[in-house]
C-alpha cells in the first residue's frame, strides 16, 4: 500500500482522526521551534479548515474542488450526515479511489475551469498534492502530463443550495470561480480557496484579479482568525502583501456582504467565542 494510500485508508476511523490531530500539532510545536515567524500562517492554515467544514448549514451543499485524498470530504461527513457532498478531483487514480472510499459522495473526474474541453495537467509523482494546470518550468523526471475533461462548476452542480465551497487546485482557483457564476449569484456561499506566494505558470491568473473578481462580485476576502470577528475584509493591498513572507495564511475566506454578521456569528459560536 502506497504511502497516499494509507493515508486514505486511515480517513474516517478513530485512528485516523487522532492521527490528524496530533499531526496539526507537532506542526505548531516544530514551528515554534524552528521558525516562529511561520507559526502564525500554520495556525491560519488549521483554522481555515476547522471552520470550512463545520460552517456548512445541515441539509445544505458541501463542494471540494481538488479532494486530493478526501480528508476534507471525510470531516464534512462526520459532523454532519445530513449535507450533501459534491467532490472533484482531476487525477483519474485519485478519483476511483474516491469512488471507492466514499460511496455516498458525488465524484467528478475532472479539472475544473473556465470552459469546457480537455487540458493538460501535471502530475507530480512525489507530491501529487501539487499537481496542477499549470505548467511546471522545470522538470526533474517526477511530473508526468496528462489530459483530462474540463469543466465549468455551473455546469456540473446545480446552483441552489450551496453553502460552502473549498478550492485547492494550486494556482487555477481564479479559472473555477469564473466558471461558477449561476451557482455564485444563486446561492451565495462562502468560498475557502488557497493562495500561495506564486501564481501558477502559465494561467495568467494574479493575486489582484482574484481580489477584483470578488470584489466585483459583492464578497470581501478575510483571513481566518478574523472570520469570527468584526472585519471587513482585506483591501487589495492587503490582500497582496499578505502573501508576502512570511505570509498570514495560505487559505482565504471569501464572503457575500449580505452574509457577513451572519458567518461571523456562525464561526463565534462553532469556535466557542462568547462576549
Known sequence: MSGQSAKQWALGGAFGRLLMSGREALQIVKAALKTPELVGTIANDQLATQLATRLPRPGSTFIDVGAHIGSIITSVAQRDGSIRIVAIEAIPEKARRLRR???????????????????????????????????????????????????????????????????DVEGAELGVVRGSPKLIAASRPIIMFESGPGDAAGLGYTKPAMWKFFADAGYTLHVPNRVAHNDDGL?????????????????????????????RDRARALLGIVG
Open 101 to 167: 472510499k466514499f460511496p455516498s459522495v458525488t465524484i467528478h473526474d475532472c479539472a475544473v475551469g473556465e470552459q469546457d474541453g480537455e487540458v493538460s495537467f501535471f502530475v507530480h509523482a512525489r507530491e501529487s498534492g501539487y499537481s496542477s494546470l499549470g505548467r511546471p518550468e522545470k522538470s526533474d523526471g517526477n511530473v508526468r502530463e496528462v489530459k483530462v475533461p474540463i469543466r465549468r462548476l455551473d455546469d456540473l452542480v446545480a446552483p441552489d443550495g450551496i453553502d460552502v465551497i473549498k478550492i
Open 235 to 263: 483591501r487589495l493591498e492587503g490582500y497582496v502583501d499578505s502573501h508576502v513572507h512570511p505570509r498570514r495564511t495560505t487559505n482565504y475566506f471569501a464572503i457575500p456582504t449580505e452574509r457577513r454578521i451572519e458567518i
